[in-house]
């Protein structure tokens, strides 16, 4: 028998190599599942974030700091989590007061009395007036208008007795049914209706001083310069008094005009300032122009010339002081004026370029001068 060869066992190749793939392949899963691992915790956080973000801005609600912020850093009115913040009481409005009206006159016939007498007393017919008044009051006895309307006329005729009577019956009728004549009764006691007769002897014009200016050159040009007096702890205001000035023109020679706005040029100035009665004595400057006119002009209307003037003193809108020169204008002011016995009328102080110092300016404070040497 013929022996065999004997080899030893050798491992297939096969199943090394298959075992390697394994080993390379669970490396390559491990590999995977670790990136997707961190892919998706990145993806996970990444989401979160992002809801976070949408959290804080939409229901975030305002830190306690932001009512100290500046203005423009305040949440405004539409954020929902700012709670709403009571209101603040406000003031109490406060209820003015309704103006008192005109009472009405109830009957129609003593309403025509009424406006009757008012028409006769502006027109300075004081007995038609009181007529008028008279028939009214025997209609109506009680009617505010009617008494109040008499207190007016028996002041302008100076009865003031008579005129206080008539203003204290409108202020017992009360405000209710005196209406807005009740205050205007209760002014006309207070302040008292006797004051301006009781003026004429604590207020008065001084003597007027009057310097035409014969240098100017435009036409006729004259200062006038009018003292008003006050007698030593009189209290008079700005508001008071005023001064009225009627200037009157001839022409031809022969006719007597007063002067208007058109023919002339007039300027009122306080020379002493401020109405302070500093010595008892306020000086008002007045300066009154009259300009050439043409010759077709003055052909026409006849060249007018400065004639006079009258100078009129009124307290609270009474007169109680009259200046005229020449004295016979006293009578052709431009409003009717009633003779006022008693009143001072001393002619005025003419001033002129012989009796005038040197370098006399009669625009600056110093008008009026001293008395000047006779």
């Known amino acids: 028998m013929q022996a065999q060869p004997t080899h030893a066992p050798v491992a297939p190749r096969t199943n090394v190599f298959q075992l390697s793939c394994w080993v390379l392949a669970l490396l390559a899963f491990v590999e995977l599942l670790s990136a997707g691992l961190a892919l998706a915790a990145r993806m996970e956080s990444t989401r979160q974030v992002r809801v976070v973000e949408r959290e804080v801005t939409k229901f975030v609600p305002m830190p306690m700091a932001a009512a100290a912020a500046p203005e423009a850093m305040k949440p405004s009115a539409s954020i929902v989590a700012k709670p709403p913040q009571p209101e603040e009481a406000s003031a109490p ?53 009617v008494e109040y309307e008499l207190g007016l006329v028996h002041e302008a005729m100076e009865v003031f007795e008579t005129a206080s009577e ?52 435009d036409g006729e040009r004259v200062v006038l310069t009018i003292p008003v007096q006050a007698a030593p702890g009189t209290n008079i205001g700005p508001d008071d008094f005023d001064v009225k000035v009627w200037f009157f023109d001839i022409i031809r020679g022969k006719e007597i005009v007063p002067t208007t706005a058109e ?20 000086l008002l400057r007045v300066t009154y122009i009259i300009p050439h006119r043409d010759v077709q002009d003055e052909h026409l209307f006849g060249q007018r010339v400065y004639y006079g003037q009258s100078v009129e003193l009124n307290y609270k809108n009474k007169m109680i002081d009259l200046q005229a020169w020449p004295r016979d204008l006293a009578a052709r002011t431009q409003k009717p004026v009633q003779a006022q016995p008693g009143l001072p009328d001393a002619p005025p102080e003419f001033l002129d370029k012989d009796t005038l110092p040197p370098g006399f300016n009669p625009d600056n404070a110093l008008l009026p001068l001293p008395p000047l040497p006779r």
Request: proline share 5%.
């Open 263 to 282: 023919t002339s040029i007039r300027e009122f100035k306080w020379v002493s300032g401020a109405i302070d009665w500093a010595g008892g004595e306020e």
């Open 166 to 217: 008539h203003y204290q019956n409108v202020m017992n009728m009360g405000a209710t049914k005196a209406g807005a004549l009740y205050p205007l009764a209760a002014a006309k006691l207070r302040d008292g209706i006797k004051d301006a007769a009781d003026m004429r002897s604590q207020l008065t014009l001084g003597r007027t001083r009057i310097f035409k200016d014969v240098n100017y050159e």
């Open 93 to 145: 409005a406060q209820v003015q007061a309704r103006p008192l009206a005109t009472p009405a006159i109830a009957d129609p016939m003593v309403e025509k009395l009424v406006m009757e007498a008012r028409k006769a007393r502006v027109a300075a017919d004081m007995v038609q007036a009181i007529t008028k008044l008279e028939e009214a009051q025997s209609r109506e006895p009680n009617d505010p208008n």
